[in-house]
């Protein structure tokens, strides 16, 4: 079965801090994808980034980056210099792949880390 | 804005009642997928529906159902309500084919209470 860990539960930041959340899964799968989402105050789940097993380079797109290694199965998403909008929960997410090489993309979540940035 | 609707936003209800919620996907898209969202459980997959079919399941209850129409909206059908099933209940679609690397895009949610 597919596990997603988010050990972090609550992290507390100033602003302008940097802030790393953890992401480690499980899974059998060789061929599968990762996302994180974010889910502001107003309760909607924003799509930030997908990364698929077989590209393990970091990508970085503004403030965010992300670091994927395969060989302790984690996909951390670090927040450079930190501001107050970014306060919300942050999902990481494993997609599902069948035996049968059809995906169906169904989403397993991590618990989720509520990230607040303090003024 | 994700381009995925969802009605109604909130919903109150009392035990033993029966309720719809509707999603609208985002053009193009035939995925559709259902989340629940809640304290104990986090956010949890039910099931998907890819050009009117089911494609797959997750821990849904017998209780409840859904379905995709020939305009690709979905309704997840939830009967003989509990008060466990207060939750947010999140619909996410997806580009044609379904497949894994496509992201979800979700709605923003009806939050159903049941009292």
């Known amino acids: 079965a597919q596990k997603v860990t988010q050990a972090q539960t609550e992290i507390s930041v100033v602003e302008k801090e940097d802030v790393t959340l953890d992401c480690v899964y499980e899974?059998?799968?060789?061929?599968?994808?990762l996302f994180w989402y974010k889910q502001p105050p107003s309760g909607e789940l924003v799509f930030l980034i997908r990364?698929?097993?077989?590209?393990?380079q970091n990508e970085i797109s503004g403030r965010y980056s992300w670091n994927f290694q395969k060989s302790t199965s984690s996909f951390n998403f670090t927040i450079t210099a930190s501001q107050v909008v970014d306060s919300a929960v942050y999902f990481c997410?494993?997609?599902?792949?069948?035996?049968?090489?059809?995906?169906?993309?169904?989403?397993?979540f991590g618990q989720g880390t509520i990230l607040t940035v303090h003024p | 804005d994700s381009g995925v609707t969802q009605t109604p936003k909130h919903l109150i209800t009392a035990t033993g009642q029966r309720v719809t919620l509707r999603c609208s996907p985002r053009?193009?898209?035939?995925?559709v997928y259902w989340y629940q969202q809640s304290l104990d459980q986090g956010l949890q997959f039910l099931i998907q529906y890819y050009n009117g079919e089911e494609r797959a399941k997750g821990n849904i209850l017998e209780r409840f159902s859904a379905q995709q129409f020939p305009d690709l909206h979905s309704e997840l059908n939830l009967s003989s309500l509990e008060l466990g099933d207060s939750a947010l209940y999140f619909c996410?679609?997806?580009?044609?084919?379904?497949?894994?690397?496509?992201?979800?895009?979700f709605g923003p949610g009806t939050r159903l209470t049941v009292l």
């Open positions: 996410a679609s997806s580009a044609s084919s379904g497949a894994s690397y496509n992201e979800q895009f």
């Open positions: 997410a494993l997609s599902d792949s069948n035996a049968g090489g059809t995906s169906y993309g169904k989403l397993t």
């Open positions: 990364r698929n097993s077989f590209d393990e």
């Open positions: 053009s193009g898209d035939l995925s």
């Open positions: 899974t059998r799968d060789t061929t599968y994808y």
